[in-house]
């Protein structure tokens, strides 16, 4: 392939992610929008409810009827959205393998072996399934979301509030309105951009280690948010000896901290959508001569 058809492949593949990213974040909606119906019809309508208003019972019979409503949510919405998630990973060391399949001269790496690589990384077991304590169950532990939950509606029990003030309360409590992000949200705003891209970028960095490669390019395309650190590398090309300095950056902002910040996975920051996809030498001399002299 010429270097400007890498350079195409590459943005397509960026691209790809991106689709993938606005999907996921869909699905994040919907399984809000449904863990806000089951706690209404498991939860809220088998309160007792008398004159329009919900009587305050806190005894363990409602505890149960909370932990059974919210099992229903992990056991049906939220084990589909996480084998939806466990595809969405099959399909980013899909589109890896097919880049440097096309890309990277000698490739001569077994798909398998690298799956079974990340699987063990993440925490997924052959059937799919995610490993308990393993980092995608961490990654999509819900508790936090069940805590938060759990004490509205009981402090909207103490309350005696109103069933449709209730009702809608939780609604909006769990899935957000306009201009505001529910409990939800809040929770798996991160987790789309963050966690894919930089399953995207150590996908890359792990073929990269095995093909012996040292350059790459930075792609993504830019949006209205975009942050300087990314405008002013975005579709250009550099050496990993380049990146190294890139802690160093003072427009390096959106990070924890410069001490753990690693160019490979955090690329630009929070909710960065650039790629590092790792090119030949010749193709990133051909792109940026003036790598040769270094």
């Excluded at 399909?91 to 077994?110: C, H, Q, S, V």
């Excluded at 753990?260 to 051909?286: K, Q, T, V």
Aim: charged residues 30%.
């Amino acid at each position: 392939m010429t270097p400007e058809e890498i350079q195409r492949l590459s943005y397509q593949k960026a691209v790809k992610l991106e689709k993938l990213i606005d999907e996921v974040e869909k699905r994040i909606d919907k399984a809000s929008t449904q863990l806000s119906k089951i706690m209404l019809k498991h939860f809220l309508q088998k309160l007792t409810i008398e004159q329009g208003k919900v009587i305050a019972q806190f005894n363990q019979q409602t505890v149960l009827l909370f932990n059974k409503a919210f099992k229903i949510y992990q056991e049906t919405t939220k084990a589909s959205l996480v084998k939806y998630i466990v595809g969405d990973i099959n399909t980013i060391l899909n589109e890896n393998d097919n880049y440097y399949r096309k890309t990277a001269p000698g490739y001569d790496i077994d798909k398998s072996d690298m799956k079974a690589l990340l699987d063990r990384r993440l925490g997924i077991a052959k059937d799919g399934t995610l490993l308990k304590n393993g980092y995608m169950s961490g990654l999509l532990d819900d508790s936090a979301i069940r805590a938060e939950v759990q004490r509205f509606v009981f402090k909207e029990i103490f309350k005696a509030s109103g069933f449709e003030a209730f009702k809608e309360g939780l609604r909006q409590f769990i899935e957000g309105e306009k201009g505001k992000y529910g409990a939800f949200q809040r929770y798996y705003r991160g987790f789309s951009y963050d966690a894919y891209a930089q399953l995207n970028s150590f996908t890359s960095g792990e073929y990269a280690n095995r093909l012996g490669m040292h350059h790459f390019i930075y792609n993504g395309g830019l949006i209205e948010t975009s942050r300087k650190f990314c405008i002013e590398r975005n579709g250009n090309v550099y050496s990993t000896e380049e990146a190294e300095e890139w802690k160093n950056d003072k427009d390096l902002e959106a990070i924890e901290s410069r001490e753990s910040y690693n160019w490979l996975i955090d690329r630009g920051g929070y909710n960065c959508r650039h790629s590092i996809d790792f090119i030949a030498p010749e193709i990133a001399y051909a792109l940026r001569p003036e790598l040769k002299d270094e």
